[in-house]
């Protein structure tokens, strides 16, 4: 991905998701930099200045020609040099050093004792959610566990969190644009540009990516396509020259797939569950006009951005490396900013060679060997509008550092619909309740909790739970408005007021328009009420709460049945389970007959009610909420006629 994605996108989808500007910025600009950071630079420190961390994990040396005790921290790099790319690209140290860890990061560590594994063979798979890559997920846990812990937002353990997590979005971000390639020299990357067109006119454009020039690069990651994969509104066709292997896609799909992870990734750092409804109403439209530009330069795009979605931006890759290399005299070694940043590139590079430290606490699987440990997931107890899921685990011994990773996927829509992560010092047992609200269709479910701990071996089990939750629009099986109807099948009911009519449904003929002693022209509301509901077989009303009726005009305020139990009620008829919700026909309320014109009022009929229910085959109870207006079958349309 390119600055587009990287920094805008990055910055925009964190401050809707509730990041502060300063939080935003510095995620956005370190998941920028990933990209700039190409610059040979170090550090000379005094030993006692430098970190721990730093020291042991060997990112520094001793510089006797400095002074004494004197070490050198170079910057870790994780960008090729513009300047020197096709040379960089041949040399192993520059794939497995920057193009793998941070551009092309595997779902399986790439120095894997298997004398049948082809590491050059591997290709980039999305980073979709915290279950497509292990190593993935243990860093970004220990990013936001890092976060949640500080003492605020912007102390110094925060910022370095923040920035661990530009890092992980910058790779999760890429993961994406760089299907099929992967980051070594491999027959794998061997595609070269056959068309490319404007997905806008579906005009060819192939010219502009100089397709002869980039087939004679590396046969590494995506070089030999000119970064065709990283633009939007771009179909490509890669094929392989003697060989009957071609790739299509359109860029546009995977564009909104990686800000679709990155919203979710940003609100899982929040501790916040992403929601659907935002993204749509919020957040992607928005975003596909931002991405729909031929603006590639920094200015450009600033200026497209800030039209369009009235932020602020502002990226300098010299400042932000600054930012990182400066070292605050107040802070301890191991609060400074630069040598958090240099673990945290290690860190990466460590998980792709399989190597993560003991002491930074990231697991990954190498013994199966659990059948001591054991664990339950409850069958769902429902709550009002959510429904719990206890999860209980138990060791033989005492855990030092545990890490579960709960998720829940819709199995019919292979969807992801929730996932959460916790982490649990010295303990035996577990006890956690995850709470999911209940659907309005019935899902198939299947709630996969993966447990990774440390005891003298690394160790790694799962248990799977499959189950199913009935939706809350399948316990309603009959919804009836019995009155008021409509006697012609129109789609609209006519109520007559002061005259008779045959063709009007009801007729009122003694509530005719009056005047009022404020010299007000109003009319009386009648209407009947009688809504038939029933439940599916097995369950039963409990209670039920906020009933109402009301009317609602386009123009002016809700109008509503008067609230007295004398006039409206709610009761099962016990031989056939029907619930009514009744009410007399006056409605002891009035309509200003000035709002109306025509001498028609038309009116939406809206009854509104909560009703808890429970079932003998589940635990606990729901809440339903049971509105005439969200019915598309019953008829609510009311026209109101008087004689002036």
């Not at 040979?40 to 005790?69: F, H, N, T, W």
């Not at 399948?474 to 109807?485: D, F, K, N, R, Y």
């Not at 007729?507 to 809504?531: C, F, K, V």
């Not at 008067?562 to 409605?587: P, V």
Request: aromatic share 12%; proline share 4%; with cysteine.
């Amino acid at each position: 991905m390119k600055l587009d994605f990287h920094y805008f996108t990055m910055k925009f989808i964190a401050l809707r998701v509730g990041f502060s500007e300063q939080e935003a910025q510095l995620i956005a600009s370190t998941c920028q930099f990933i990209n700039d950071n190409h610059q040979r630079a170090a550090l000379y420190l005094p030993k006692e200045q430098v970190s721990k961390s730093i020291i042991e994990r060997g990112l520094c040396e001793d510089d006797p020609s400095k002074g004494p005790d004197m070490c050198k921290i170079p910057l870790l790099l994780s960008a090729l040099e513009p300047d020197n790319v096709v040379e960089s690209l041949k040399e192993e140290s520059s794939q497995l050093d920057i193009l793998i860890p941070f551009y092309y990061f595997p779902d399986q560590a790439t120095d894997k004792d298997d004398p049948f594994f082809d590491k050059t063979q591997y290709r980039v798979t999305p980073i979709e959610t915290l279950q497509s890559n292990e190593d993935f997920t243990a860093m970004f846990q220990h990013a936001k566990e890092q976060y949640a812990n500080s003492n605020s937002n912007d102390s110094a353990e925060a910022r370095q969190a923040l920035r661990r997590l530009g890092v992980l979005l910058h790779i999760a971000s890429d993961s994406f644009a760089y299907v099929p390639f992967n980051g070594y020299m491999s027959d794998v990357n061997q595609w070269t540009i056959e068309e490319v067109l404007d997905t806008r006119t579906f005009t060819n454009i192939t010219d502009q990516y100089d397709s002869q020039k980039y087939a004679t690069y590396p046969n590494v990651g995506k070089y030999r396509t000119n970064g065709v994969s990283e633009d939007y509104n771009r179909q490509f066709l890669l094929t392989v020259e003697k060989q009957p292997r071609s790739f299509i896609r359109i860029n546009n799909d995977y564009f909104v797939k990686a800000a679709w992870t990155v919203y979710s990734f940003l609100s899982y750092f929040r501790g916040m569950t992403p929601s659907e409804q935002e993204w749509r109403d919020n957040i992607h439209a928005l975003l596909k006009d931002c991405w729909n530009t031929d603006s590639y330069q920094y200015d450009k795009l600033k200026q497209h951005w800030s039209k369009l979605t009235s932020l602020s931006y502002d990226y300098d890759e010299d400042a932000v490396r600054q930012s990182i290399v400066d070292i605050d005299p107040s802070l301890k070694p191991d609060q400074q900013g630069y040598f958090d940043f240099l673990l945290m590139l290690q860190d990466v590079k460590d998980a792709v060679k399989e190597k993560l430290e003991e002491d930074e606490a990231m697991l990954t699987t190498e013994d199966w060997g659990t059948a001591d440990m054991t664990c339950d997931i409850s069958e769902p107890n429902f709550n009002g509008d959510t429904y719990d899921l206890t999860l209980t685990a138990g060791f033989p011994n005492k855990v030092s550092t545990l890490v579960v990773l709960v998720s829940i996927m819709d199995t019919n829509k292979q969807e992801q619909i929730m996932s959460d992560t916790f982490t649990y010092k010295n303990i035996k047992s577990v006890y956690e309740k995850i709470t999911l609200k209940i659907p309005s269709n019935d899902q198939n479910l299947l709630a996969k909790i993966d447990f990774a701990w440390r005891d003298e071996t690394k160790m790694k089990k799962s248990f799977n739970k499959e189950y199913t939750v009935v939706g809350n629009a399948a316990i309603i099986s009959q919804l009836t408005m019995i009155e008021p109807h409509s006697k012609t099948n129109r789609p609209s009911i006519q109520i007559v007021n002061g005259s008779t009519s045959v063709s009007a449904d009801y007729n009122y003929p003694m509530n005719a328009m009056y005047i009022s002693q404020e010299g007000i022209a109003q009319l009386d509301l009648y209407a009947p009420i009688d809504l038939q509901l029933k439940l599916a077989d097995g369950f039963k009303l409990l209670d039920y709460d906020n009933l109402s009726i009301s009317l609602k005009p386009s123009n002016s305020q809700v109008i509503k049945y008067c609230n007295n139990s004398k006039f409206i009620s709610l009761k099962t008829d016990k031989d056939t389970g029907i619930i009514h919700i009744q009410a007399t026909e006056e409605w002891k309320n009035r309509i200003q007959v000035k709002d109306y014109s025509s001498s028609i009022a038309r009116l939406k009929l809206q009854i509104r009610v909560t009703l808890e229910v429970s079932s003998l085959e589940e635990d606990g109870y729901r809440s339903i909420v049971v509105d005439t207006l969200s019915d598309g079958s019953l008829i609510t349309d009311l026209e109101y006629m008087w004689n002036q």
